[in-house]
């Protein structure tokens, strides 16, 4: 009797054994399965990237040391994450930001549009991701402008290098949809616009996690 019930415990153990095996492969075979996700699209970088930096170059935009008054428009944060294509955060990542200022000028001599500079806007801002890969700026909304190549809606530019790609991207606004489709840089993105587009969270506040086809 005594042996049967060992035996019985035993086959008991067994299969829990197995089962919990079975399980773990089950859902290790379920993870391997995951598509990897779609990178960030890529965009030009644009004539106005900056030749000369302003001595701040900080996640404020909107307010430069010594000065009186905040830029020019309206205060917007925008955050996110840069995530390598298995989504895993990329910590110290390289993030460059350049913008067109609230009546859409670029404080680049090569901008030869008639809207007023501001001098009190920053324009730029040289940031790393945190060991969670996140990155947050305060800046203003960004102006449409007319160009070369037409309208550009408001939109962001973005250099963000990783540990082994580069990313030139560029970052549009969820509510400027009918402007956006005018866009022929926009337009030129077609299936890709999505991984372009930042999400609303909260009033004047933007969320945008960027893939690099890094890992």
Do not use: C
């Amino acid at each position: 009797m005594t042996s049967l019930i060992v035996s019985r415990r035993g086959f008991a153990l067994s299969a829990l054994a197995g089962a919990a095996l079975l399980a773990g492969v089950r859902g290790a075979q379920g993870r391997q399965a995951l598509p990897p996700l779609a990178g960030t699209a890529e965009s030009p970088m644009g004539p106005f990237y900056p030749v000369s930096h302003l001595a701040e170059a900080d996640a404020d935009l909107v307010w430069l040391k010594g000065h009186k008054q905040r830029a020019l428009g309206e205060v917007i944060e925008v955050s996110g994450r840069v995530l390598d294509r298995h989504g895993k955060p990329m910590s110290n990542a390289t993030l460059e930001i350049w913008q067109a200022n609230a009546a859409g000028r670029y404080a680049h001599p090569n901008d030869i549009s008639k809207a007023p500079l501001d001098p009190d806007f920053q324009g730029f801002a040289n940031l790393h991701t945190d060991k969670d890969g996140a990155w947050r700026i305060t800046t203003i909304k960004p102006a449409a402008y007319d160009s070369p190549i037409g309208l550009r809606t408001p939109h962001i530019h973005f250099d963000v290098r990783g540990a082994s790609h580069r990313l030139n991207a560029q970052m549009y606004f969820p509510e400027e949809g009918a402007l956006n489709v005018k866009d022929q840089l926009y337009k030129g993105l077609g299936g890709e616009a999505g991984t372009s587009v930042a999400a609303a969270a909260g009033a004047g506040k933007y969320r945008w996690d960027i893939v690099l086809m890094d890992g």
